[in-house]
């Protein structure tokens, strides 16, 4: 059982985020495990069909602009945070296919990107979004070495 000093901090978090981002969280948490039955049915190519991440829905795109920037960080921490304290745990795929279908959802050209490496025998592999030229909610602890699009992946 979670010891008590644990699960105030955890509300004290909750309570300091404003309304706005404790509803995006939540939806998060409904959204991510949704993304993760997609994908275990139907694949990534299909998944991001189904969920209009396939650049073939004509809809013009907006430009990326330093307020579009922010707004996509911070769909990307709130996530992150989703993915590894939510109810469903989830891996940095599932959580790049939610950011990116809320960014593609307010018309702002959010890209997936998947790096792969492989060190000592092991294989590392992290996706992400990128919003203009900015990686979302990345830190330089682990650059992946090898870069591709889903498309070249």
């Known amino acids: 059982?979670?010891?008590?000093?644990?699960?105030?901090?955890?509300?004290?978090?909750?309570?300091?985020?404003?309304?706005?981002?404790?509803?995006?969280?939540?939806?998060?948490?409904?959204?991510?495990?949704?993304?993760?039955?997609?994908?275990?049915?139907?694949?990534?190519?299909?998944?991001?069909?189904?969920?209009?991440?396939?650049?073939?829905?004509?809809?013009?795109?907006?430009?990326?602009?330093?307020?579009?920037?922010?707004?996509?960080?911070?769909?990307?921490?709130?996530?992150?945070?989703?993915?590894r304290r939510g109810v469903y745990t989830t891996t940095c795929l599932r959580q790049a296919l939610a950011v990116q279908w809320w960014l593609r959802r307010r018309q702002l050209p959010a890209e997936l990107r998947i790096g792969a490496r492989t060190e000592s025998g092991i294989l590392h592999a992290h996706a992400w979004v990128v919003l203009g030229d900015i990686a979302l909610g990345q830190t330089n602890e682990l650059p992946p070495i090898i870069h591709a699009s889903p498309d070249h992946a």
């Open 1 to 83: 059982m979670p010891d008590s000093s644990r699960l105030n901090s955890v509300a004290q978090q909750w309570h300091a985020l404003p309304w706005s981002d404790r509803r995006q969280l939540l939806a998060m948490v409904l959204l991510l495990p949704l993304i993760d039955l997609l994908l275990r049915v139907a694949g990534l190519r299909r998944t991001q069909r189904l969920l209009g991440l396939d650049d073939t829905s004509g809809v013009a795109l907006l430009p990326v602009s330093a307020a579009s920037i922010a707004e996509g960080q911070r769909l990307a921490r709130l996530a992150n945070v989703a993915g």
